[in-house]
């Protein structure tokens, strides 16, 4: 295993965690489509606009932040599966490491 591509089981994993949570989103009456813009989420009427132009989560916001925070954890215990968090964690720091050899820094949305 040690001479297998990194960048061909790390894509693979992103692709198919990304795939299977997009899934479960759409299954979760299309909520995936929240990425689509705040013009959806007021659509929906799970934000307002105040008067002074602020946003705020509505009731019924509420409920779908709620309901998507439960549907991540239920993602993350099958993504999970037989992985204990010792094992988790040494997987991250090596992607962590790798990441950092190759002038990355790691930060969400900005890999390199």
Do not use: C
């Amino acid at each position: 295993m040690a001479t297998q591509s990194i960048g061909y089981w790390s894509g693979l994993a992103h692709a198919s965690v990304t795939r299977y949570l997009r899934d479960a989103m759409a299954r979760n009456d299309g909520t995936h489509e929240i990425a689509r813009g705040v013009d959806q989420l007021l659509h929906r009427g799970w934000l307002r606009i105040d008067d002074g132009r602020r946003l705020h989560l509505t009731d019924a916001g509420e409920a779908a932040r709620a309901r998507l925070r439960e549907l991540a954890t239920e993602v993350r215990a099958v993504v999970h599966q037989s992985i204990n968090d010792a094992e988790y964690v040494a997987a991250l720091k090596v992607l962590r490491r790798m990441v950092a050899n190759v002038g990355g820094d790691g930060a969400p949305g900005n890999p390199f």
